[in-house]
């Protein structure tokens, strides 16, 4: 692939660029766009590469203004690698990622993402997707990080910084974007409360903590006006309440509808060609429709991140960076990380390799590339390890391992299976199951593995009591009756280019399991909220996901923050550093684990949930507040540090338009998942109204 030069550095440019920010910067953006012609500016304000990339074309671009040194866009999508570079790396989908509970080693993975794509010529990574998981039925459910809101935030924050290391990042897509079937019309119907709390913090997050330098919109419309267009949405919320300085760009094509409700209503970019805007836009502000301010304030929001991100400045980076060694570890130390054992009866894993003979590796999906969908989040991987290949590799010469590539077993792969001494079924989903509407597979109506990969595991199960299954998907699936008849589960979700290392380090002992499930894994379709696919009408009120199941006392087959471990944990009492609070302090809860298992290193994510006995208001039975990942060595203790801002204990008050602390004696219970949660202390905390939460 060719190099693409962002040298388009002007003398006035540079000189801008050599002097610092704030107030200074401000100045400079002003002076550059003063200078412009209002047809450059609004040239600036829709991509010009076509509708779909040419075939010579990696990257979408959005003209700059070149005699002045302001450099183009030139965008990739993004969330499990650099899409459009050929060679990129490939890593584990947003959804195992988010199941690393390891905001450190999403950050890396972010950083290692802008880097390649800042060699490959581009400034602008399409990602992270981070809607709020519905529903697991959602088809794009991979490429986001899970169903809570803060366990989201961490997790998008940490990419988002690590990206901006070297190009602007773009959280996705905002709001309330999770159905795929109808997305281009569908209108979601939420209270300002649920819209406030539920599906909007992990966005603000991006924003204020993350420093965000853009936003995409959604395709759909939130309580009657398109995302593209939304008043609320874009101007009151993001741009007026967070104090957003960066630029919100449209979704591909269907994310625009009016001229004027885009550009009155917020919308700074229209992608990835200029229909709305354009002549058209150029026209409306001619006539007097649109104001020139409006125009004048999209553009030096994107100059702003230009300048202040460096886009302007030449790279020196180059294709040697793309699936380099470091990025190539990274991907499968996340795919380590981010997979998760749901069963291990007596210990059958890991698996010994010194006291085999024979493995059959068992399958359709063993030797299969399996990455993810085939949306906008496809990636171009110079090659994949699989299942088979990663545990062939692992065992070497000592173990024969016998590969029977199908899902439907006749009598002599039966056979094959009888005789090992191990038996690991690699299955789950692929891109022909779930994945991105109208390019992929969309939505996912029914959680459970289809009727002849539930016979593949019955019948090698049945073969050999030694069955071991490795599944893969990007979201919650069903069990049904055949998970008593397995030995263990592991569940690695789309692992990335790396994944069959990463599965063979698991399987064989090498690396401890310390994923932990991100997304509730309910029995059936009854534990969830409803989900419709064909209505171009939907509500979405406050409870979903471990919320729901909560609330209505169910118990889901794998509860959210679920996943074990080859070693044990205790944990000891729970302190913490004030037993009374106001609005603005931030607490610190301390408890001691200790990896009481004698054998194995390993890592346990320890969470902290809140309750608000007494709350004027309907809460969720408990909310995730806080969570630490720690590594320990046999026999090691450390004490683990959560700290939990008092003013995340807010809700939000329509009425009063304001986040408001009640004064409640808040429960906090800490432990190891969602339903296993045994310390607790409490938390009084003074009411006050409003507080800040941005
Ligand atoms: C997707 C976006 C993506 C864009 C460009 C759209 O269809 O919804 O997530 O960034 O295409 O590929």
């Known amino acids: 692939m060719k190099l693409r030069n962002l040298g388009l550095l002007s003398t006035c440019l540079l000189a801008a660029c050599s002097s610092g920010g704030g107030d200074d910067l401000e100045k400079r953006v002003d002076a550059l766009v003063a200078q412009m012609s209002l047809t450059e500016k609004v040239d600036q304000m829709a991509g010009d590469s076509g509708a779909f990339l040419p075939e010579d074309a990696t990257l979408w671009n959005v003209p700059g203004v070149e005699r002045l040194g302001v450099p183009p866009f030139r965008m990739s999508d993004g969330p499990r690698g650099v899409g ?31 880097r390649e794509l800042r060699a ?18 959602w088809g794009r459910s991979q490429e986001t990080y899970g169903e809570d809101v803060h366990h989201l935030s961490e997790m998008a924050v940490a990419f988002v910084r690590g990206v901006q290391e ?19 019309q569908l209108d979601v119907t939420v209270d300002e409360r649920t819209l406030r709390e539920i599906y909007l913090p992990h966005f603000r997050a991006t924003v204020r903590e993350g420093g965000a330098a853009s936003v995409m919109s959604a395709y759909n419309s939130v309580n009657g006006q398109f995302c593209g267009e939304n008043e609320q949405l874009l101007k009151r919320i993001l741009k007026t309440d967070w104090e957003f300085d960066g630029f919100v760009l449209s979704d591909w094509i269907f994310g625009t509808q009016t001229t004027l409700g885009s550009a009155l209503n917020g919308l700074d970019l229209e992608m990835p060609i200029a229909m709305v805007y354009g002549a058209p836009l150029l026209e409306a502000v001619q006539n007097g429709d649109v104001p020139e301010s409006v125009i004048d304030d999209a553009v030096r929001r994107m100059v702003r991140k230009k300048l202040q991100h460096g886009l302007d400045q030449p790279s020196d980076l180059d294709e040697s960076v793309l699936a380099s060694d470091e990025h190539l570890a990274l991907a499968r130390e996340a795919s380590v ?57 692992a065992v070497g010469d000592q173990v024969t391992v016998e590969h029977i590539g199908k899902d439907v077993l ?30 992929g597979a969309g939505d996912r109506l029914d959680l459970a593995l289809s009727g002849e990969r539930v016979s593949l595991i019955r019948d090698a199960a049945e073969a050999n009591d030694r069955t071991v299954v490795v599944l893969e998907g990007g979201g ?27 599965i063979a380090d698991l399987l064989f002992g090498d690396a401890n399991p310390s994923g932990k499930l991100p997304i509730t894994f309910p029995t059936s379709l009854d534990q969830l909220p409803p989900f419709d696919n064909v ?39 729970l302190t913490a550093s004030q037993a009374r609070a106001v609005a603005g302090d931030v607490v610190t809860f301390s408890i001691d684990v200790t990896n009481s298992g004698t054998d194995a290193a390993g890592a346990e994510v320890i969470q902290l949930y809140v309750t608000y006995p007494g709350s004027a208001v309907e809460r969720s039975e408990r909310d995730l507040k806080g969570f630490a990942k720690v590594a320990l060595e046999p026999g090691e203790t450390q004490t683990v540090q959560i700290a939990v801002p008092v003013n995340s204990l807010a809700y939000y008050d329509v009425a009063a338009a304001a986040w408001t602390l009640e004064g409640l004696e808040h429960e906090v219970h800490v432990g190891t998942s969602s339903r296993d949660l045994p310390r607790s202390t409490t938390l009084t905390v003074e009411a006050q109204q409003p507080v800040s939460v941005y």
């Open 84 to 114: 459009t570079a050929e060679g990129a790396t490939t890593f584990p989908v947003g959804m195992a990622r988010g199941a690393t509970w390891e905001p450190d080693v999403e950050q890396r993975v972010g950083a290692a993402m802008g």
């Open 535 to 573: 209505s171009l009408e939907v509500t979405y009120d406050y409870f979903h996901g471990y919320r729901y199941v909560d609330r209505n006392d169910a118990t889901p087959e794998f509860p959210f923050g679920f996943g074990l471990s080859y070693t044990t944990f205790a944990i000891g009492g």
């Open 166 to 184: 070297y190009v602007l990042a773009n959280p996705k897509h905002y709001a309330a974007n999770s159905i795929e079937d109808t997305r281009f």
């Open 476 to 502: 919650a699936i069903t069990m049904g009756d055949w998970l008593p008849d397995i030995e263990a589960l592991l569940m690695v979700w789309y692992p990335g280019q790396m994944g069959g290392h990463a």
């Open 337 to 393: 990380k981010g997979s998760v054992l749901l069963k291990n009866e007596s210990g059958s894993l890991p698996l010994d390799s010194s006291a085999l003979d024979r493995i059959a590796v068992v399958g359709l999906l063993a030797d299969m590339p399996n990455t993810g969908d085939n949306g906008s989040s496809d990636t171009r991987p110079a090659f994949v390890v699989t299942p088979l290949q990663g545990i062939q590799e």
């Open 120 to 137: 490959v010529g581009g400034n602008v990574l399409l990602a992270p997707t981070i809607n709020n998981l519905r529903h697991p039925s």
């Open 410 to 439: 006749e009598a002599e792969d039966i056979a094959v299976v009888e005789a090992a001494d191990a038996v690991i079924v690699v299955t789950g989903l692929t891109a022909e199951d779930e994945g991105e509407g109208l390019i």
